[in-house]
């Protein structure tokens, strides 16, 4: 039908007779209604964010090494970022451009002309999480001519621009959802709001959320706004009841939830050396007896199947949290091996050493932690918002407004480990006194005076683990990956594993800062906009942001 209805516009255009859309009023029902509801319209704008979340995260995980790949020298691995935009790390791109856009475009007209406030605040805050995203993966982007009518190529924007659009577009969000007139009510919004059910005061709370992120982005620049960060986080998620999760009711792939078994988009990528590290005890209390672990461990990772086996000669053994690292690659053997044994587990489970269950929708019992077919998926957290707080007041110099929001995140994040693990076959939830042992351990900074930029981002980077991958992306493109702590003199994220191999195309050893935008549209219809941005050079992803720049 579609290929039918070009081929009828095309004879139309060239004969002159008459416009495409005059042409096919004909078939217009004037008792069909041309624009979908706005409930229609809101759920799949929002329930497209868990995907796009996910799937750029095959890419962007690899980066900042919440995992690595079973392949050598896989193309994330070593920091490549598959050039012409193809491949994983482009997905924003499309869904935010193509799928978000013109549904939130619909929804703001739609929903000024009915009065209904509450969706079209909920639009804007849509917007400008898409803006955020997509800068904050790609840098330059189309901002200003984004979904522009009768245009065939588009200019992009400086990220500095977008920072300020971003910015603008949540006062904008917060001035509909702060309207009490109108036509707008709870019962309403819910019927199309997956996220908050139709809870306009979490939705305020999740915009001054974005807005805290926009702003403290920018911590290398000389007129860093601290106190504002400080004022938003304040202003955003007041508890883990306000976190912000896209469900999945898990009945068939499109629903499912994109880290679940069923879809297996994760069975090359195993448990980084640096998350089991910061859990096991290596990294924040010196070794990885068993007694030294953080109790979140059981929750969060997989044990291989050494976990019960003994042997002299396995020196390594720490109880079966196996990981792999950067470029490295593993084969797992022959069952029964030791090899085989020690390999790490898949994301899905306890001595999973491959996908338990692909395609298997039914079964919701099978994985852990947000590893379920079934599992929310955040897309803000409570804790997230909490290190953002420790980082902006410890860098204002306020040392007890920080420790109290470390802590308060690192124990947020304990209550998230248990929820998301409620009905998880044989998970033993981590109890108030294992939780407050871990909090008096030397694991945990005892005082404002102890604290430093290292316990924050150290705990911050447990706490975004597995889900919030842009997020932690922007903090390490921050420190530039290895930036020295001061109080330390050892990188502020220290045990993040030196990268060895880079890819041909980095221009030397150069770490990755930027992805491509899609071929979809750009490299084939867009490319003299591409040219202009420099991004046709083939290290362009290795070109620093603006966010990180002083």
């Known amino acids: 039908m579609k290929k039918l209805v070009k081929i ?24 069909s209604p041309n624009v979908p509801s706005l409930p229609a319209l809101l759920s799949p704008a929002q329930a497209t964010m868990s995907r796009t979340l996910i799937f750029d995260g095959r890419a962007t995980g690899a980066y900042i090494q919440f995992w690595s790949n079973t392949a050598v020298q ?10 012409a935009g193809s ?45 955020q995203y997509l800068t904050d993966m790609h840098s330059d982007i189309v901002f200003k001519q984004a979904w522009e009518p009768n245009r065939v190529f588009f200019d992009y924007d400086n990220q500095e621009t977008v920072y300020r659009g971003v910015d ?6 917060l001035s509909f959802l702060l309207r009490t007139d109108g036509k707008g009510n709870q019962s309403q919004l819910a019927r199309g709001d997956i996220i908050y059910q139709g809870n306009k005061d979490r939705w305020i709370r999740f915009v001054y959320g974005l807005m805290a992120r926009n702003y403290h982005r920018l911590t290398n620049k000389a007129d860093y706004k601290a106190d504002s960060v400080l004022k938003y986080v304040d202003l955003s998620l007041a508890s883990n009841n306000d976190n912000a999760f896209v469900p999945h009711s898990a009945t068939r792939n499109d629903d499912s939830n994109p880290l679940g078994p069923a879809r297996d988009n994760f069975s090359v990528r195993r448990q980084s050396r640096f998350i089991v590290q910061l859990l096991d005890g290596t990294i924040l209390r010196g070794n990885a007896t068993p007694t030294n672990r953080d109790p979140r461990i059981r929750g969060m990772l997989s044990l ?36 085989f044994r020690r390999a790490p587990s898949t994301v899905w489970g306890d001595s999973a050493i491959t996908n338990p269950a692909i395609g298997n929708f039914a079964d919701r019992t099978i994985g852990k932690f947000i590893f379920r077919n079934n599992s929310p998926l955040p897309v803000m957290t409570y804790s997230e918002m909490q290190f953002i707080k420790a980082e902006a007041a410890f860098r204002k110099g306020d040392r007890a407004t920080a420790y109290s929001a470390y802590i308060n ?17 044989n998970y033993i939830p981590i109890s108030a006194a294992e939780r407050n042992a871990y ?10 005076g102890a604290l430093n930029i290292t316990d924050i981002m150290q705990q911050k980077f447990i706490a975004n683990w597995g889900w919030n991958y842009l997020e932690q992306w922007c903090d390490m493109r921050r420190f530039h990956y290895y ?21 041909a195309f980095n221009g030397g050893p150069n770490m990755a800062y930027r992805v491509w935008p899609t071929n979809f549209s750009e490299f084939d219809w867009n490319r003299e906009a591409l040219r202009k941005i420099g991004a046709l050079n083939q290290n362009y992803h290795t070109l620093e942001m603006w966010f990180s720049q002083p």
């Open 8 to 31: 009828i516009c095309l004879m139309v255009l060239i004969s002159g007779m008459v416009g495409c859309k005059k042409y096919l009023d004909i078939n217009s029902d004037p008792a």
């Open 74 to 83: 896989e193309v994330y691995d070593i920091h490549n970022a598959n050039q």
């Open 87 to 131: 491949g994983a790390g482009n997905q924003g791109w499309r869904d935010v451009y193509q799928l978000q856009g013109p549904s939130i475009d619909l929804i703001i007209q739609q929903g000024t002309k009915n009065e209904q406030w509450d969706y079209v605040g909920v639009a804007f805050a849509l917007r400008a999480w898409g803006f």
């Open 168 to 173: 603008s577009i949540c006062r904008r969000a």
């Open 304 to 339: 291989s199947p050494d976990t019960s086996f003994i042997s002299p000669n396995m020196t390594e053994l720490n109880g079966g949290y196996r990981f792999l690292s950067p470029s490295v690659g593993y084969s797992i053997g022959t069952t029964g091996s030791l090899t």
């Open 409 to 425: 995140g690192i124990t947020a994040h304990y209550d998230f480990v248990n929820s998301a693990n409620t009905g998880v076959n």
């Open 439 to 448: 909090l008096t351990s030397a694991a945990v900074k005892q005082n404002p």
């Open 483 to 503: 930036d020295v702590d001061p109080a330390t003199s050892l990188p502020v994220f220290n045990g993040f594993q030196t990268i060895t191999v880079f890819s």
